[in-house]
């Protein structure tokens, strides 16, 4: 592809190809041994299962977490597919420099196991990594594997859109690109400019009002094939965050080309439901801008009438997320009347202090959701942590000028705040009168450099929230006959 | 000092007169008698006030006149749909600050049970908290004069019984707001230990140990945190054998922070907000003020309560970030930031209480990070636990006596987070995830050698002072803690 970034190599998935055999110039290649606990040594005058992945003269020894009922039950407590992952991830760096193919011996594995392992290898390895899977029925992990590839391409564009720096990747880049998916069967819906101020995006347009490059909705739609109401997804999408008038410190600040990484996800969850045909109809309302210092940059100070009608006073101009979510979550819930509303954002810093990077904070109105929520992200390693929504009445934003203001003003003395909990607040303020049920995670914690330690998601740098959406479709809105 | 009277229902003829209404009333007994009395005065103001006795709805009527005599006010107050407990005692505090200008109230309470007219009778007693010795100057007319206040009920004696117990707490709640209220100078350690001391009336064994004995047991953390400091620290130790010499069940072990001024020490804090540290010892004044509400009501359990009292001061004798000590468990911790000094005042205490004591369940309060109040402001106190049991209970607690908690996640990627280069801890991971990192580090200090115990943390950073008034909370020392840690006793560990 002519038009594709000199780097796009490194996010080409990983091919993959199932074998029953292995020939000669196979048997040669780098050989991963899964060893469960428990189970007999894979090479010979080995006494002790190792802790940690180790080489040897070709092998590579992976110990794998206990072994599981075949094939394991969902609800078995100890079926881990996140700590598998895991497992293969972590050899990645003991195979010798510059390994590009391996062959993954998984014969003794059930197809779950070595999916599971192949994924790990997937979400972890270089771009263009090459994997021979081993295994006694390829027959029979074909069509898993298929369901896999969807996922994990779907994961990779959403890495690629998150990596792309701000200069590459403006709004209406950003837009130009997501355009390309109506190849998979998705219906795309561009709102420039000129369409938002007709139709009264005003918090979106104040935010995108500094930068040269204006601001834009993009409106993904997948039908489906059920007569239900869609869930709809809305991902912030900041393709580069300065803070605008209340301009951030210089230091870390090219972490903010990461803004994005909410829209990116969701709509990375909607390529993956496309490439797997999911049943569900569910679409992506995703507000674009860039936060942006200039002539006609808004302030801290102004009014802004948003989409719903509300008025917002703005308080500090580094708070533009809770701005177009709040247009955005708004023409989600009168567009589409949703069967259920969920946003993700790289929102608050206060997320980070109160969760760190092991868990995206995760708000809403309506328990069964985020329990679902929960249970998807746990599936695939992506945690969340239910936070409390405060209580109605907060006066935390009220505005003495406006129905409302956008965040508590900082305090004089450093006294700390609840932000990520006011803007959750703040976001529910723009659900309309009868509100869907809607869940916001604040991701903040799930981009950047440090959130890659040992124990971070496989699908990061960049790939937060795909298998989590994805999955969440797939366990709660896929069937028929749910009530 | 007010006298709470419980009494047979009569309309008074002069002072204030409170109606409690629920939702949908209609107006009955003395609510009808004072009706007519006003010649239908109330029932006019409550139509024109569109009073419909949703929770929190007040209506104010003065000097009503008519044949009630010399009413200086009528004040109805709404209860909501289904009167409880709760909102009994919420309507009870919001009733005081409208009352206290008159010598004597009397409150309608004949259409509630004994119960909820106990209740409405503590909500107005805790909303009555007022630290004032400081004041020299005070006019008396900005002081309250409620001298009588009389609650009418069916059944006098049945609502004093009950009353009686709801007072034994709120004394408890009261001492730990004096506590918290206090400043710097006037309580420090030793005057703190001191005050632990006025509980052996009430049948608490107290035992103080000063540094000779902290240095011979070797309480190292603690004492680091302790050596900066011109005022000597102290541990106090407060059992309650309330459960009879019968009972064979080892004792629930509270364990509360008592810094009684935290600068940061050598990591010196930032000026602005810094005087709020006189209230870094709310985790022992909850733990302080829940043994004398547990021993003034005679629980029928065994409780062992335990503080750790230090100033954390910057000087020449100070603790240096760097610095490793050696805690009273034998592992060593290295010291990067003398403002995490909490957790090292803890870790001692958790280790001694479960040695010593063998709990059956081991709590700790602390005032401990301000990525607490980042995470959930100051509507929830962070729990933290090792036990699903327990925390569910503790919810339940909270939940209960308005003193909520919120579940918090602790997890081994979260340890990691304080490994050392050269000790086996670092006592700070961090600002991201900061109360969850401090969490797991007293959880190293929770000895699970000889199997599993119980243990909850609560980080009340958020909610040990409040910045305005609540229903039964005047702005100041919340004394948080104490009634859940009551509420926790009384529900689950007696008889």
């Known amino acids: ?72 039950a969902w609800n078995s407590s100890a079926w881990d597919p996140p700590a598998w992952e895991r497992a293969a991830a972590a050899a990645l760096p003991a195979l010798p420099e510059g390994t590009r193919r391996a062959v993954l011996d998984a014969r003794h594995l059930s197809p779950a196991q070595a999916l599971a392992l192949a994924r790990g290898l997937a979400l972890a390895a270089p771009g263009g990594f090459r994997l021979d899977l081993w295994h006694d029925r390829p027959e029979a992990l074909a069509p898993l594997w298929q369901a896999e590839r969807a996922m994990l391409k779907a994961v990779a564009r959403a890495r690629r859109w998150v990596a792309t720096p701000a200069n590459r990747l403006t709004p209406a880049r950003f837009a130009r690109a997501l355009k390309r998916l109506e190849r998979h069967g998705i219906a795309v819906q561009v709102l420039g400019r000129g369409a938002l101020e007709r139709a009264g995006f005003g918090g979106l347009l104040a935010v995108g009002g500094g930068s040269a490059h204006p ?30 008038l209340g301009l951030k410190r210089g230091a870390g600040m090219e972490v903010m080309r990461e803004d994005m990484a909410g829209a990116a996800a ?73 069967e259920a509303v969920i946003d993700l954002a790289t929102l608050t810093g206060a997320a980070i202090t109160a969760l760190g990077h092991h868990r995206a904070a995760l708000y809403g109105n309506d328990p069964v959701l985020a329990a679902a929520l929960c249970a998807a992200g746990e599936a695939v390693g992506e945690r969340l942590w239910p936070m409390p929504l405060p209580q109605a009445g907060d006066a935390a934003l009220d505005s003495d000028i406006a129905d409302l203001r956008q965040c508590a003003p900082r305090d004089p003395s450093g006294r700390a705040q609840p932000d990520a909990g006011h803007a959750a607040a703040f976001l529910h303020e723009f659900l309309g009168d009868d509100p869907p049920a809607w869940a916001h995670l604040d991701m903040a914690g799930m981009v950047g450099e440090a959130a890659r330690g040992e124990d971070a998601p496989l699908s990061l740098p960049g790939g937060f929230g795909v298998r989590l959406l994805a999955g969440l479709v797939a366990a709660r809105f896929e069937d028929p006959h749910r009530i | ?131 004032d010795k400081y004041r020299t100057r005070e006019k008396a007319e900005d002081r309250p004069k ?10 006098p004696s049945e609502a004093k019984a009950a009353f009686a117990t709801l007072s034994a707490i709120a004394d408890g709640v009261f001492l730990a707001r004096d506590l918290v209220s206090e400043p710097p100078n006037v309580l420090f350690p030793e005057e703190m230990a001191e005050r632990c001391r006025g509980l052996e009336k009430l049948g608490v064994e107290v035992e103080v140990l000063g540094p000779k004995e902290l240095s011979k047991l070797g309480f190292g953390a603690m004492l680091g945190v302790a050596q900066g400091s011109a005022r000597e620290p102290r ?41 709020d540290m006189k209230y870094d010892m709310a985790g022992a004044g909850a733990v302080i003020g829940a043994m004398a509400a547990i021993a003034g009501r005679k629980a029928r359990a065994d409780v062992v309560g335990l503080v750790g009292l230090v100033e954390n001061m910057p000087s020449g004798t100070a603790q240096r970030p760097g610095d490793v000590v050696t805690s009273y468990s034998g592992q060593t911790i290295e010291v990067i930031n003398t403002d995490a000094e909490g957790r090292l005042v803890l870790a001692d205490l958790l280790w001694y209480a479960r040695e010593r004591f063998r709990p059956r369940c081991m709590i700790d309060l602390a005032t401990l990070t301000g990525a607490i109040i980042v995470a959930l402001g100051h509507e929830h106190a962070g729990l933290f636990s090792n036990d699903d049991d327990l925390a569910q209970k503790l919810l339940a607690a909270g939940a209960e006596v308005e003193e909520k908690l919120w579940r ?23 600002r991201p995830g900061g109360s969850i990192s401090a969490a797991q580090f007293i959880q190293r200090f929770i ?49």
């Open chain 1, 1 to 72: 592809m002519a038009s594709e970034p000199a780097d796009a190599a490194r996010f080409r998935p990983m091919r993959l190809r199932l074998r029953g055999r292995l020939g000669r110039k196979a048997a040669a290649r780098p050989r991963l041994l899964p060893w469960p606990p428990g189970a007999p040594a894979p090479l010979p005058d080995l006494a002790e299962r190792p802790a940690a992945p180790c080489w040897r003269e070709g092998r590579l020894l992976l110990p794998v977490p206990a072994d599981q009922a075949d094939p394991p």
């Open chain 1, 215 to 244: 601001p834009r909705l993009v409106v993904l739609r997948w039908a489906g094939r059920l007569a239900v109401p869609p869930v709809v997804f809305v991902g912030k999408g900041i393709t580069f965050d300065t803070g605008g």
């Open chain 1, 266 to 338: 969701c709509a990375g969850a909607m390529l993956a439901l496309a490439l797997r045909d999911s049943p569900a109809p569910a679409a992506a309302v995703l507000p674009m801008a860039e936060n942006a210092i200039g002539a006609a940059a808004y302030r801290p100070g102004d009014v802004v009438a948003t989409l719903s009608g509300r008025t917002v006073e703005v308080v500090d101009t580094d708070a533009e997320g809770r701005l177009i979510l709040a247009d955005a979550l708004n023409y989600a819930v009168r567009a589409f009347r949703p």
């Open chain 2, 1 to 131: 000092m007010t006298d709470i009277l419980f009494v047979k229902p009569a309309l008074p003829r002069s002072g204030a007169l409170v109606l409690p209404l629920a939702e949908g009333f209609t107006l009955a007994g003395l609510a009808r008698e004072a009706d007519a009395a006003t010649e239908g005065a109330v029932t006019r103001a409550l139509e024109a006030a569109g009073f419909k006795g949703r929770k929190g709805q007040i209506c104010t009527l003065w000097a009503p006149g008519g044949k009630g005599g010399h009413l200086s006010r009528i004040v109805a107050i709404g209860l909501g749909a289904t009167p409880d407990a709760r909102t009994a005692e919420a309507a009870g505090g919001a009733a005081w600050p409208l009352i206290a200008g008159d010598p004597e109230a009397f409150i309608a309470t004949d259409g509630l049970n004994a119960a909820l007219t106990a209740a409405f009778a503590s909500g107005a007693r805790l909303r009555s908290y007022r630290f």
């Open chain 2, 146 to 155: 409620l001298v009588r206040l009389s609650l009418a009920s069916a059944a």
């Open chain 2, 235 to 275: 541990v106090v130790v407060m059992q309650w054998k309330g459960a009879g010499p019968a009972s064979d069940a080892p004792p629930v072990a509270l364990i509360g922070k008592g810094v009684t001024f935290d600068t940061g020490g050598i990591s010196l804090k930032s000026a602005g907000g810094m005087e």
């Open chain 2, 408 to 430: 918090m996640p602790l997890g081994e990627a979260y340890d990691k987070l304080i490994r050392s280069d050269i000790a086996d801890m670092k006592n700070v991971g961090g």
């Open chain 2, 447 to 495: 000895d699970t050698r000889e199997g599993h115990v119980a243990w909850a943390h609560l980080d009340i950073a958020g909610t040990a002072w409040a910045t305005k008034d609540g229903a039964t909370t005047p702005k100041g020392a919340t004394a948080f803690g104490v009634r859940l840690l009551d509420r926790l006793v009384a529900g689950h560990y007696e008889g």
